[in-house]
């Protein structure tokens, strides 16, 4: 298979994978770009992508099979947007959609407003108002890196499911206390979303 090799990848901890180039173009506008712009360079390094996430992907590629599980499926959302592997991206979404959970449902909604999933967005965001009160329950459920703009649509919302305004209150003060520094300039903001 070695001398059917047409290049190498390369992740930033320098793991190296040989493909072959006539692979990728169908599957990845990303590869169809790059490898049209450059076909001398044997060694294209992937900035951004671990290895374990990049092998996921080729397998995919090669085979059309995935493995994706709760682990693994922000980074295998985060990857195929990046390389523009719009099928895999599709997958990816779905997956998660099927299995989202109390523990998962904050990181995917920054997620999708980091990358633009509009699907996502809204799936994560009803998820998160019907079971509000058991996110606050779950410790490192993500609450704390949710963005400004994210928190305040969320606890500003009238559908919000909580048994009562302490936990609207105390989620307003956990969020702010995890980066009080940075955070703290925006809490009239945030009082105002909370008076409504």
Not at 155 to 179: Q, Y
Request: glycine share 2%; net charge negative; proline share 4%.
């Amino acid at each position: 298979m070695e001398q059917l090799s047409a290049g190498t990848l390369q992740t930033d901890d320098g793991t190296i994978f040989r493909i072959h180039r006539v692979v990728f173009p169908p599957c990845s506008r990303y590869f169809r770009a790059l490898f049209t712009l450059d076909l001398k360079q044997e060694t294209v390094v992937i900035p951004n992508i671990d290895s374990k996430t990049l092998e996921s992907i080729l397998i995919y590629m090669y085979t059309g099979n995935l493995k994706l599980d709760e682990e693994n499926a922000c980074d295998m959302m985060i990857a195929p947007d990046y390389l523009l592997l719009d099928e895999l991206l599709k997958s990816c979404e779905a997956f998660v959609i099927q299995n989202m959970t109390v523990t998962n449902c904050m990181p995917l909604i920054t997620l999708a407003s980091q990358i633009n999933r509009l699907a996502l967005f809204e799936n994560s965001y009803r998820y998160a108002l019907v079971h509000f009160e058991h996110i606050l329950e779950t410790s490192n459920c993500g609450l704390e890196e949710l963005p400004f703009e994210i928190l305040t649509k969320l606890l500003g919302s009238k559908s919000l499911n909580v048994v009562s305004e302490r936990s609207v209150w105390r989620t307003a003060i956990s969020w702010t206390e995890a980066e009080s520094s940075t955070r703290l300039p925006q809490v009239p903001i945030l009082l105002t979303v909370l008076f409504r």
